[in-house]
């Protein structure tokens, strides 16, 4: 089935320590995204891509860093620099043009 | 910037009976598409009803359907014969033409009595 991959679900950090969160797609979608959900805050996007080897920030990029290598894949560094980064992460992509986005089923990351 | 507005934090509603969420947005942009997403407790985010902000006439989705208001800019989704499994938080979100992401408002976590 054609759907978004995310890995792990559950992750654990100690603080200063950088974390990557993983991305795949089998859906041949062109745009794929990352967003983050705080409890109160809705959804905020963090960083987008349209193509390979081009991305974009978003609203809250500080403290994150991503890669686009290939159309499937889009995985998302959590560095050491962002401040608060316990959250739910979520990633989605868009079919170039169809203006839909699905989502994959989120990762919970918690820094101890 | 564009901006998204959930008024109500929480909605209650009985079984089998109607509700409507709300919600304003603001932005300059002619060429635009509306969304409305569910987050059940297992927080996959689920399309519920999309609109296009060119037509005029309403989108309807089984038992959901929205109130499109374009000189208001109000997307209100009502919910018919509301049902346990429709208890979440409901998310409206905007999005322009292209490859831009979605904006979302914070949400409103509508509960189903039996």
């Known amino acids: 089935d054609g759907g978004i991959t995310q890995s792990p679900k559950y992750l654990f950090r100690k603080e200063g320590q950088n974390v990557t969160l993983s991305c795949e797609q089998n859906?041949?979608?062109?745009?794929m995204y990352w967003y983050r959900q705080d409890p109160g805050q809705g959804l905020r996007l963090i960083y987008y891509?349209?193509?390979?080897?081009?991305?974009q920030k978003g609203d809250i990029a500080e403290g994150y860093s991503v890669s686009r290598e290939k159309k499937e894949s889009f995985p998302l560094t959590v560095t050491s620099a962002q401040k608060n980064p316990t959250a739910f992460y979520l990633c989605a992509s868009n079919l170039d043009g169809a203006n839909v986005l699905t989502f994959g089923a989120g990762s919970r990351l918690t820094v101890l | 910037a564009q901006t998204v507005t959930q008024s109500q934090p929480e909605m209650s509603v009985q079984e089998a009976e109607t509700v409507t969420l709300s919600c304003t947005y603001d932005?300059?942009?002619?060429?635009?598409?509306l969304f409305w997403y569910k987050q059940p407790p297992s927080r996959q985010m689920i399309l519920v009803i999309r609109?296009?902000?060119?037509?005029?006439q309403n989108a309807t989705e089984n038992r959901f359907s929205v109130n499109f208001q374009k000189a208001a800019k109000s997307f209100s989704l009502k919910i018919s014969d509301s049902q346990l499994g429709d208890a979440a938080m409901y998310f409206c979100a905007y999005k322009r033409g292209g490859a831009d992401g979605l904006t979302f408002g914070k949400g409103t976590h509508l509960i189903i009595q039996p």
């Open positions: 891509s349209q193509i390979v080897n081009d991305f």
């Open positions: 859906l041949n979608h062109d745009a």
């Open positions: 609109q296009e902000a060119y037509k005029q």
């Open positions: 932005t300059s942009e002619s060429d635009y598409y």
